[in-house]
């Protein structure tokens, strides 16, 4: 391989999928659409985090221009262009990850939890202070706080509930859609909805926001899609690292980014009401001892005797 071809390769990687197709489609386009192009790639952060209208400004083009220029690149519009910047920007790749077949437990393990502290970095990039400041105030004067999400993120949300009762506040979660609803509308304002969803597009997620806004509760969104339907519904959004579809390693890892959020959002509500959370507290740790038994194991006996009898019973 030359080193232009290397420098080529490099500058690829750099860029993403997205460039190859400016490549490819480059005679199509129009001088508006060029310029477009070559905003794109000199200023990658600022497009992907610009509303089209901003663009379009910035670049002095039309907000059709725009639009056009998406779909001679191939994409639908200008939100799939930017959910593809951004997954090109913020993913590592799964043949990144690099792991091979003749790897031993000792290296994969080191790749694999690698690829989980990239992307609770990432994560950490991600989410805005003044974001965090805002849900951490309101879950600190919140009576009620919800969690809502469905599939995968359910599991998380019902962690996050138990996060906040462990700290002596009323916090719930349940599975059921239609019961996430019901208990939306006996919300009052004051109270705290908190929506987890990855791609930002859970209508049943969405629902609960909305009704829960209706009712005059405050609402945040956890989430790692920009621009997603459901952030207007959300009073504050929290964002998380943005994943490959195609890399099954990340469905764990966008978990462990919610995780994250939902951990750091308790830290901050315990460091703000310290005073009035430690009693409640205690009594939360003194009723999960009720859980566990008080014999330890060695002191369990199984006697072959009783099993004997139960076989010839």
Not at 75 to 97: C, M, N, S
Not at 127 to 144: E, G, R
Not at 177 to 206: E, F
Request: with cysteine; net charge negative.
């Amino acid at each position: 391989m030359t080193k232009t071809k290397q420098e080529d390769s490099l500058m690829f990687e750099e860029y993403g999928e997205y460039m190859e197709r400016i490549r490819i489609n480059r005679e199509k386009m129009s001088q508006a659409e060029l310029l477009v192009a070559e905003y794109l790639l000199a200023h990658e952060e600022e497009f992907s985090h610009r509303s089209i209208h901003q663009l379009a400004g910035e670049i002095g083009v039309s907000v059709a221009t725009i639009i056009r220029f998406c779909k001679t690149m191939g994409y639908t519009g200008f939100a799939d262009l930017k959910f593809h910047i951004q997954q090109g920007r913020v993913v590592i790749p799964e043949h990144d990850i690099g792991i091979d077949a003749g790897d031993s437990i000792n290296t994969f393990k080191q790749k694999a939890i690698r690829f989980t502290q990239h992307s609770i970095e990432e994560c950490i990039l991600n989410t805005d202070n003044a974001a965090f400041a805002a849900a951490i105030d309101a879950l600190s004067s919140a009576d009620h706080v919800l969690l809502t999400a469905i599939g995968s993120a359910s599991g998380i949300a019902q962690a996050g509930a138990g996060m906040f009762l462990s700290l002596g506040m009323m916090a719930m979660s349940v599975g059921d859609t239609l019961l996430q609803l019901r208990m939306v509308a006996c919300l009052k304002p004051g109270d705290v909805v908190i929506g987890i969803s990855y791609n930002g597009t859970s209508k049943s997620t969405g629902d609960c926001l909305y009704y829960a806004r209706e009712c005059g509760a405050t609402t945040i969104l956890i989430t790692s899609a920009q621009d997603c339907i459901l952030s207007k519904y959300a009073d504050i959004v929290l964002f998380t690292a943005i994943r490959n579809i195609s890399n099954t390693l990340n469905i764990s890892t966008t978990a462990m980014c919610q995780l994250a959020v939902l951990q750091t959002l308790q830290i901050g509500v315990w460091q703000q009401n310290r005073q009035q959370l430690q009693e409640r507290s205690r009594k939360q740790l003194r009723l999960t001892q009720l859980k566990n038994y008080g014999t330890k194991q060695a002191d369990i006996h199984i006697s072959n005797v009783v099993l004997g009898d139960e076989r010839n019973s």
